[in-house]
């Protein structure tokens, strides 16, 4: 099974629509996909049409934004139901203060010497209610400030730099709920890229098997080649479902395609067994 269940369309900070990432996953061999925007169920239709007629299986994913001892951790939620109130309506929550959040970014930036970022950065919003810090990083790799965006990142907008500014998400338990009411499964996305210490790791990961998390993403786009072993070994330990997903979100050079990451180990139960 070759499985990308973790990807990103222009519903919130990618570069393609639903259906040019499906297309996109399916040139890759993709057999089985989700689109899992930030915040956002907007796309699921779409892509979920695009799929079927690209002859892929498709499960409806997102990609929420949490809170969890003052740092931002992702997590995925595959198999929802789209429509599902509770998850509709604790997105919507989570999407408000996006945009002062932007507003407050681009003044800082201002004030290091970078004039116009907000109004660059919404040059590349499909959706206002979701400009994130990758719209960002965009327009400082266009007007020469950064090499590329993971670059833009580690000068700029990553936590603890000169532009980041930090925003309040859901809380974890509020996330799991809102997957769990609607039907799916909770996954933490790209855990090794989470500056947390070993204490801190193990707290995160047994309070969410306490509120019902089953699963980590072991092999992504976001993780090194040394994490995936080494995130394979987390999940035996706790005992995770392992996801996998290549984290795309624009085409280009430095960034996984959809469908071209190793398969997980063949020891780690795939999130996707009991679906299927």
Same mark, same amino acid.
């Given at each position: ?22 297309? #996109?996953?399916?040139?890759? /061999? ?7 925007? *930030? ?8 892509? %979920? ?7 892929? %299986? ?20 595959? =198999? ?14 989570? +999407? =408000?203060?996006? $945009? ?5 970014? &681009?003044? +800082? ?11 660059? !950065?919404?040059?590349?919003? @499909? =959706? ?14 266009? @007007? ?10 580690? %000068?700029?907008? /990553? ?10 998400? !859901? ?11 609607? &039907? &799916? ?7 090794? %890229?989470?500056?947390?210490?070993? #204490?801190?790791?193990?707290? #995160? ?17 976001? *993780?090194?080649?040394?994490?995936? /072993?080494?995130?394979?070994?987390? $999940? ?7 996801? +996998?997903?290549?984290?795309? *979100? ?8 959809? &469908? ?17």
């Amino acid at each position: 099974m070759n499985a990308d269940l973790h990807c990103h369309s222009t519903v919130s900070d990618g570069q393609l629509a639903p259906t040019a990432v499906a297309q #996109l996953a399916q040139s890759g /061999g993709v057999t089985l996909w989700s689109l899992t925007d *930030h915040d956002e169920v907007g796309g699921q239709r779409e892509a %979920r049409e695009a799929a079927a007629a690209l002859g892929m %299986r498709y499960v409806c994913g997102v990609e929420i934004s949490v809170t969890w001892a003052s740092r931002t951790v992702h997590v995925v939620g595959l =198999n929802v139901d789209p429509a599902c109130a509770p998850l509709v309506e604790g997105l919507a929550r989570t +999407r =408000n203060g996006r $945009a002062a959040r932007a507003e407050a970014i &681009g003044e +800082r930036l201002e004030e290091l010497g970078i004039p116009d970022a907000y109004a660059g !950065a919404l040059r590349y919003v @499909s =959706n206002p209610d979701l400009i994130s810090r990758t719209h960002f990083a965009r327009h400082l790799v266009e @007007s020469g400030r950064a090499e590329n965006t993971q670059d833009a990142f580690s %000068r700029w907008l /990553g936590e603890g730099k000169p532009g980041y500014i930090s925003h309040r998400w !859901a809380k974890l338990a509020d996330a799991v709920s809102w997957i769990k009411a609607a &039907g &799916g499964e909770a996954v933490i996305a790209h855990p090794g %890229r989470y500056r947390y210490t070993q #204490l801190e790791f193990d707290t #995160l990961f047994g309070e969410f098997i306490d509120m019902g998390g089953k699963a980590i993403e072991v092999v992504t786009g976001s *993780h090194t080649p040394d994490q995936y /072993g080494e995130y394979a070994a987390v $999940a035996r330990r706790f005992g995770f479902e392992a996801s +996998r997903g290549s984290d795309f *979100h624009a085409p280009g050079p430095g960034t996984i395609a959809p &469908g071209s990451l190793p398969p997980l180990p063949s020891d780690l139960k795939p999130v996707w067994e009991r679906w299927l």
